[in-house]
């Protein structure tokens, strides 16, 4: 692994020296009429939905990317080349080296900005309170009409809530067409596959009991997996990972993941001293007494709980799949110990209905934005304006038909093999595909009008070809094809949802109110899992008491007014 | 003259030769005052400027309104703190665990220095030297994993008290309160005590070997050497640094409390370094931070006055 890793840290070094060296003398070497792959014929920057001729004299957009261990395309890159010769755009990439603060400080202080600046929910304040960035509203309106009908749905949303207007393009959670995420990404109960195998491929457990009977039960078997002493189920409070512990009462009582306090009839409400938290807390206390939960919980440290997950002893635990998808399954799918991987349950307490899968929310607040030292707005909103055509759209998510994926004869966009290998291979997307300028601009997701997915990522198709025998065995058991059908389809979101992204202004009386809330439950879920049995009740009671004693107030109140607002103003075309 | 006429004029001459007299020191000693200036602008400028930010204390502070546009407040951020129970909590749990670390990590440092100084094989002296002083230089995220690690359910505790039939299933040792405070210090004393014995060896070394020579010859065994020689030797070390480690009681320290601490053991762990952390970093509410962190300094600097006091009237060394 670390060999590994420092391989891969020699080949950035490598190919940063040489895309220094390259870079230098790049511009005056590569001719603009370059010949390109004569297989690449469905774009053309003339077919603009405007109508007008597209203005393709050559220019230069730089750009900002305030992430680290980015790298620039290499200069013969496809894609670019072919943005370059049909729209006239080539682009100066700048990604961050070194620390942010100090890079977007400099940035501010001097007053020079590239063209372009990708901007995110941390550097944001600090770029409008400079005055960095200009207003799209008309901009867009006026020369963009591909962009402006794709953010028309999402505009209230997207736009700044202090002065309503458009500012930044965000990157994700714009949707088009079908959205069908092959994989749920979010909160679930998730059980080891070789438990439902063990017993005979039953449906997935839908309540707390059946849930922990399957994990009892296979556990009894299985006091070891591979040397290593199984553990039922496991969960995790440390920092702000502690949702694993906190938040599954929320989901027990049928609402999706609104984040620390959910919604109930319109009005912010906690449900930490809800009668279901109860339930299920009392539910780990009895599994406790059993041993089927990892008494060093309350513990571990992130790092520890991804070491006890990539063991594939860990039965079930409560999660979003991001927090352990990327690495803890990951290396266990690696391993081809694909049976030790989970799939998500959604189990609610009787009366109520499971609400696990939620629509993907708008991203906001995070993409490009345009700054006041640009000279040619409208040329570079008029970029992203022919960028946003399905041509366009196609060649940024997919790359090039024939080379990069296969068009069936069905018209069904899929990957080979080695064209599957090379959508993950960054050093072949540095060299073939625009997939920086994809990531970080503009983007339909979901389905384009012929309905292929907009990206292999959300192709139900080409991730089905990508799993491994095992998994396609399992889910044939279960007549799947995909993770996230294990879930109840995601209900359109309500309007002011999320709430977890209201922000509750820090050092405000909110924040305070809501960080001692916090500690109360840090303090005592640990211990009312861990308790004597027949202590248990009067430490619910001691809990809830100490949660009452703590003025809310302000926490609602801000929470509130913004749901309020967002009600007001997220409304679709509220405008 | 008259008498008051004779007065005045020896007053004159003395004050003006002692004036005369400061300035040719001064002068003599010029490249002396030059070598202090980088330092003296160096404390000024990093530890008597920066206590101008006291005043957010006063103040509702917001960033971006500064210092001279946020609005006064009086005294409501001490208030408060001390109507807050975790307030008092962290207290005296920083001043608990601050003793215990001092009493601890002093008395076997020089235990140790005592121990060192005895033996007579030097390749063993610095062999036991150099791996107990060791551990100093590992950082305390380092440290803490090991203290996890050896103290986790199937951990070499557990399985040591387990094998020896002490325990009958194992303990949670971090999961109980009532242990953090001897877990913090025996992983204190472990870190640190060889780094500590050092300074202590340093002054057994200047103790002149002929007081020795001279007890041998009055047939002193050597623990007599010890107590009567060694001891009252390295005496005057030890109070100075008594002195300035209670100049920093209230700092029980922050990383090992920060690294070690969770819900189950909160309670014992958690000290004003992490209370001002939180208010100051986690939530942006400085004032509160910064009217918590008087506090804390404030009683360093008495506490630092009272030793020096004490020290003063029983006859001994003292730093000010």
């Given at each position: 692994?670390?060999?590994?890793?420092?391989?891969?840290?020699?080949?950035?070094?490598?190919?940063?020296?040489?895309?220094?060296?390259?870079?230098?003398?790049?511009?005056?070497?590569?001719?603009?009429?370059?010949?390109?792959?004569?297989?690449?014929?469905?774009?053309?920057?003339?077919?603009?939905?405007?109508?007008?001729?597209?203005?393709?004299?050559?220019?230069?957009?730089?750009?900002?990317?305030?992430?680290?261990?980015?790298?620039?395309?290499?200069?013969?890159?496809?894609?670019?080349?072919?943005?370059?010769?049909?729209?006239?755009?080539?682009?100066?990439?700048?990604?961050?080296?070194?620390?942010?603060?100090?890079?977007?400080?400099?940035?501010?202080?001097?007053?020079?900005?590239?063209?372009?600046?990708?901007?995110?929910?941390?550097?944001?304040?600090?770029?409008?309170?400079?005055?960095?960035?200009?207003?799209?509203?008309?901009?867009?309106?006026?020369?963009?009409?591909?962009?402006?009908?794709?953010?028309?749905?999402?505009?209230?949303?997207?736009?700044?809530?202090?002065?309503?207007?458009?500012?930044?393009?965000?990157?994700?959670?714009?949707?088009?067409?079908?959205?069908?995420?092959?994989?749920?990404?979010?909160?679930?109960?998730?059980?080891?596959?070789?438990?439902?195998?063990?017993?005979?491929?039953?449906?997935?457990?839908?309540?707390?009991?059946?849930?922990?009977?399957?994990?009892?039960?296979?556990?009894?078997?299985?006091?070891?997996?591979?040397?290593?002493?199984?553990?039922?189920?496991?969960?995790?409070?440390?920092?702000?990972?502690?949702?694993?512990?906190?938040?599954?009462?929320?989901?027990?009582?049928?609402?999706?993941?609104?984040?620390?306090?959910?919604?109930?009839?319109?009005?912010?409400?906690?449900?930490?001293?809800?009668?279901?938290?109860?339930?299920?807390?009392?539910?780990?206390?009895?599994?406790?007494?059993?041993?089927?939960i990892d008494p060093e919980f309350f513990s571990l440290t992130y790092d520890q709980y991804i070491a006890k997950l990539s063991s594939g002893a860990v039965l079930g635990l409560f999660d979003q799949h991001w927090d352990f998808g990327n690495n803890a399954e990951l290396n266990l799918a690696n391993a081809n110990k694909d049976e030790r991987t989970w799939i998500p349950c959604e189990l609610t307490l009787p009366g109520y209905k499971p609400y696990y899968q939620d629509q993907p929310v708008v991203n906001v607040n995070t993409g490009f934005a345009i700054t006041k030292s640009c000279k040619d707005p409208e040329r570079v909103i008029k970029l992203f304006d022919t960028l946003m055509t399905e041509e366009w759209q196609k060649i940024l998510g997919w790359g090039l038909p024939g080379k990069d994926y296969t068009v069936g004869s069905d018209g069904k966009f899929t990957l080979t093999t080695e064209q599957s290998n090379q959508n993950n291979d960054t050093a072949y997307r540095l060299a073939n595909r625009a997939y920086t300028l994809w990531y970080y601009g503009p983007k339909m997701e979901g389905t384009y009008s012929d309905g292929n997915a907009t990206s292999p990522g959300l192709s139900p198709e080409v991730f089905y070809n990508g799993l491994h025998q095992y998994d396609k065995d399992f889910m044939a058991k279960y007549n799947r094809k995909t993770w996230a059908e294990f879930l109840t389809p995601a209900p359109p979101n309500p309007i002011s949802y999320p709430l977890w992204q209201i922000d509750k202004v820090a050092g405000s009386l909110a924040d305070v109110a809501w960080s001692k809330y916090n500690d109360v439950g840090t303090k005592y879920?640990?211990?009312?899992?861990?308790?004597?049995?027949?202590?248990?009740?009067?430490?619910?009671?001691?809990?809830?008491?100490?949660?009452?004693?703590?003025?809310?107030?302000?926490?609602?109140?801000?929470?509130?007014?913004?749901?309020?607002?967002?009600?007001?103003?997220?409304?679709?075309?509220?405008? | 003259?008259?008498?008051?006429?004779?007065?005045?004029?020896?007053?004159?001459?003395?004050?003006?030769?002692?004036?005369?007299?400061?300035?040719?020191?001064?002068?003599?000693?010029?490249?002396?005052?030059?070598?202090?200036?980088?330092?003296?602008?160096?404390?000024?400028?990093?530890?008597?400027?920066?206590?101008?930010?006291?005043?957010?204390?006063?103040?509702?502070?917001?960033?971006?309104?500064?210092?001279?546009?946020?609005?006064?407040?009086?005294?409501?951020?001490?208030?408060?703190?001390?109507?807050?129970?975790?307030?008092?909590?962290?207290?005296?749990?920083?001043?608990?665990?601050?003793?215990?670390?001092?009493?601890?990590?002093?008395?076997?440092?020089?235990?140790?220095?005592?121990?060192?100084?005895?033996?007579?094989?030097?390749?063993?002296?610095?062999?036991?030297?150099?791996?107990?002083?060791?551990?100093?230089?590992?950082?305390?995220?380092?440290?803490?994993?090991?203290?996890?690690?050896?103290?986790?359910?199937?951990?070499?505790?557990?399985?040591?008290?387990?094998?020896?039939?002490?325990?009958?299933?194992?303990?949670?040792?971090?999961?109980?309160?009532?242990?953090?405070?001897?877990?913090?210090?025996?992983?204190?004393?472990?870190?640190?005590?060889?780094?500590?014995?050092?300074?202590?060896?340093?002054?057994?070394?200047?103790?002149?070997?002929?007081?020795?020579?001279?007890?041998?010859?009055?047939?002193?065994?050597?623990?007599?050497?010890?107590?009567?020689?060694?001891?009252?030797?390295?005496?005057?070390?030890?109070?100075?640094?008594?002195?300035?480690?209670?100049?920093?009681?209230?700092?029980?320290?922050?990383?090992?409390?920060?690294?070690?601490?969770?819900?189950?053991?909160?309670?014992?762990?958690?000290?004003?370094?992490?209370?001002?952390?939180?208010?100051?970093?986690?939530?942006?509410?400085?004032?509160?931070?910064?009217?918590?962190?008087?506090?804390?300094?404030?009683?360093?600097?008495?506490?630092?006055?009272?030793?020096?006091?004490?020290?003063?009237?029983?006859?001994?060394?003292?730093?000010?």
């Amino acid at each position: 692994m670390i060999l590994k890793k420092r391989f891969v840290w020699l080949f950035i070094a490598v190919l940063s020296f040489s895309l220094a060296f390259s870079g230098c003398g790049s511009s005056s070497d590569t001719p603009v009429n370059n010949t390109t792959d004569a297989a690449v014929t469905p774009a053309s920057g003339t077919t603009e939905a405007s109508g007008q001729p597209a203005d393709i004299t050559p220019t230069e957009i730089s750009v900002f990317i305030s992430d680290p261990g980015q790298q620039a395309p290499t200069p013969d890159n496809a894609v670019y080349k072919m943005i370059q010769e049909k729209l006239g755009v080539t682009f100066q990439w700048d990604f961050l080296v070194g620390d942010k603060d100090q890079k977007i400080g400099v940035m501010i202080a001097g007053g020079d900005y590239p063209d372009l600046l990708f901007v995110d929910t941390y550097s944001n304040p600090k770029f409008m309170s400079a005055g960095a960035l200009i207003p799209l509203d008309d901009l867009m309106k006026n020369n963009a009409p591909n962009l402006y009908a794709h953010y028309k749905p999402v505009w209230n949303i997207a736009k700044n809530p202090e002065d309503g207007k458009f500012y930044i393009m965000a990157n994700y959670g714009v949707l088009k067409g079908t959205y069908q995420a092959p994989r749920w990404e979010g909160s679930a109960f998730w059980i080891q596959k070789a438990v439902l195998a063990d017993a005979g491929y039953p449906a997935p457990p839908k309540t707390l009991d059946e849930y922990f009977s399957l994990i009892e039960n296979y556990m009894a078997k299985n006091p070891t997996i591979e040397g290593q002493p199984t553990i039922g189920f496991e969960t995790l409070c440390e920092g702000w990972r502690d949702f694993c512990l906190k938040h599954p009462p929320e989901h027990l009582m049928g609402r999706p993941n609104d984040g620390d306090t959910t919604v109930v009839n319109g009005k912010c409400t906690s449900f930490w001293d809800t009668n279901e938290a109860k339930v299920y807390y009392k539910k780990l206390n009895e599994e406790m007494q059993k041993g089927i939960i990892d008494p060093e919980f309350f513990s571990l440290t992130y790092d520890q709980y991804i070491a006890k997950l990539s063991s594939g002893a860990v039965l079930g635990l409560f999660d979003q799949h991001w927090d352990f998808g990327n690495n803890a399954e990951l290396n266990l799918a690696n391993a081809n110990k694909d049976e030790r991987t989970w799939i998500p349950c959604e189990l609610t307490l009787p009366g109520y209905k499971p609400y696990y899968q939620d629509q993907p929310v708008v991203n906001v607040n995070t993409g490009f934005a345009i700054t006041k030292s640009c000279k040619d707005p409208e040329r570079v909103i008029k970029l992203f304006d022919t960028l946003m055509t399905e041509e366009w759209q196609k060649i940024l998510g997919w790359g090039l038909p024939g080379k990069d994926y296969t068009v069936g004869s069905d018209g069904k966009f899929t990957l080979t093999t080695e064209q599957s290998n090379q959508n993950n291979d960054t050093a072949y997307r540095l060299a073939n595909r625009a997939y920086t300028l994809w990531y970080y601009g503009p983007k339909m997701e979901g389905t384009y009008s012929d309905g292929n997915a907009t990206s292999p990522g959300l192709s139900p198709e080409v991730f089905y070809n990508g799993l491994h025998q095992y998994d396609k065995d399992f889910m044939a058991k279960y007549n799947r094809k995909t993770w996230a059908e294990f879930l109840t389809p995601a209900p359109p979101n309500p309007i002011s949802y999320p709430l977890w992204q209201i922000d509750k202004v820090a050092g405000s009386l909110a924040d305070v109110a809501w960080s001692k809330y916090n500690d109360v439950g840090t303090k005592y879920l640990p211990r009312l899992i861990l308790a004597e049995p027949d202590k248990f009740d009067s430490m619910w009671t001691e809990y809830v008491d100490s949660l009452h004693k703590i003025d809310l107030k302000p926490y609602y109140d801000r929470i509130d007014s913004q749901l309020q607002w967002r009600e007001k103003n997220w409304a679709p075309n509220a405008e | 003259m008259t008498m008051d006429a004779i007065d005045l004029e020896r007053y004159r001459t003395t004050v003006l030769s002692r004036k005369k007299s400061f300035w040719t020191t001064l002068l003599k000693q010029k490249q002396l005052v030059f070598m202090s200036v980088p330092v003296l602008l160096y404390i000024i400028l990093f530890f008597y400027v920066p206590t101008l930010g006291w005043v957010m204390a006063f103040q509702n502070f917001q960033p971006a309104k500064g210092f001279l546009h946020s609005a006064w407040v009086g005294l409501s951020n001490f208030r408060v703190l001390f109507a807050d129970a975790d307030f008092y909590r962290d207290f005296r749990n920083s001043i608990c665990m601050s003793s215990l670390n001092l009493v601890f990590s002093f008395s076997t440092s020089i235990v140790l220095a005592l121990l060192l100084n005895e033996i007579k094989n030097r390749f063993f002296k610095r062999a036991v030297q150099t791996i107990s002083y060791l551990p100093h230089f590992l950082s305390w995220v380092i440290v803490c994993s090991l203290v996890v690690s050896t103290l986790s359910l199937d951990g070499a505790v557990n399985q040591l008290l387990l094998g020896l039939g002490i325990i009958q299933k194992p303990v949670v040792w971090l999961g109980q309160g009532n242990y953090f405070w001897g877990i913090l210090t025996s992983a204190n004393v472990w870190k640190e005590v060889g780094w500590n014995t050092i300074i202590y060896l340093a002054a057994i070394a200047a103790i002149d070997p002929a007081l020795y020579e001279a007890a041998v010859m009055d047939g002193a065994s050597r623990f007599q050497k010890m107590r009567y020689i060694t001891l009252p030797g390295i005496k005057t070390t030890f109070v100075i640094l008594l002195i300035m480690s209670i100049g920093w009681i209230m700092q029980a320290g922050f990383e090992p409390q920060y690294l070690l601490r969770n819900g189950m053991n909160i309670d014992f762990a958690e000290t004003l370094d992490l209370y001002i952390i939180k208010y100051g970093f986690q939530m942006s509410n400085f004032s509160l931070a910064t009217a918590a962190g008087i506090l804390m300094s404030t009683i360093n600097i008495a506490m630092l006055l009272t030793a020096n006091y004490i020290a003063k009237k029983v006859g001994e060394e003292r730093l000010i």
